[in-house]
């Protein structure tokens, strides 16, 4: 993963960019790595034609969404159990789909402020969440339906959520274009803030 490369202002179109992304590729070469991932802000025209250029292919795109605290509907009658860190964990090495290196079980499993929680209910319906907790803000959100409804499900988790941390601000990162639980997101305030394109380059 090259999580972040930045060129200052002063030095830019100097060949720097091209100079360290041939530097990393090489050092990823010599380590036996069959693979690099990135992700590029979308619409960062210049850095997106660097990537390019060195052989990446985008794979997908993903929301950077956040939300202000406000009020939220209280949730729902059912089942509810918080995750310690650990059930977190647990809970995401069950997790289907792709995950990029934001919230990545390897990059997860070193976050010690790690949390979950997880609502069934009586018709069958059940999913989780898992999340990292600050002491102003959320962020890292996962969710996973395993049977229903994954708009019901992410509105019961979210207003879960916000009825213990009604004063948080929110960030979810890397939520897939796709992910059936944006509407829930969306409904419940969350906002657009930018999206990222992932890429991918084999050695």
């Given at each position: 993963w090259i999580p972040r490369l930045g060129v200052l202002p002063a030095i830019r179109r100097s060949g720097a960019g091209d100079a360290l992304m041939d530097s990393m590729l090489a050092n990823a070469q010599s380590l036996g790595m069959e693979e690099t991932h990135l992700e590029v802000i979308r619409n960062n025209v210049p850095a997106h034609r660097l990537f390019l250029k060195k052989g990446f292919k985008e794979v997908d795109e993903y929301l950077v969404l956040r939300r202000a605290p406000h009020?939220?509907?209280?949730?729902?009658?059912?089942?509810?159990?918080?995750?310690?860190?650990?059930?977190?964990?647990?809970?995401?090495?069950?997790?289907?789909r792709h995950l990029t290196w934001i919230t990545a079980l390897s990059s997860m499993r070193n976050a010690p402020d790690l949390s979950g929680i997880r609502v069934e209910f009586a018709n069958g319906s059940s999913g989780w969440l898992v999340f990292r907790y600050h002491k102003f803000s959320l962020s890292h959100l996962i969710f996973h339906t395993e049977q229903g409804s994954p708009i019901q499900i992410g509105i019961q988790l979210l207003a879960t959520l916000y009825s213990r941390y009604p004063r948080h601000d929110t960030y979810a990162e890397n939520i897939q274009v796709e992910d059936p639980h944006l509407p829930a997101l969306l409904g419940m305030g969350f906002f657009d803030n930018f999206r990222r394109i992932e890429m991918r380059r084999k050695m």
């Open positions: 009020s939220v509907p209280e949730a729902v009658q059912c089942d509810t159990t918080w995750l310690d860190h650990d059930a977190a964990l647990e809970a995401l090495e069950s997790y289907p």
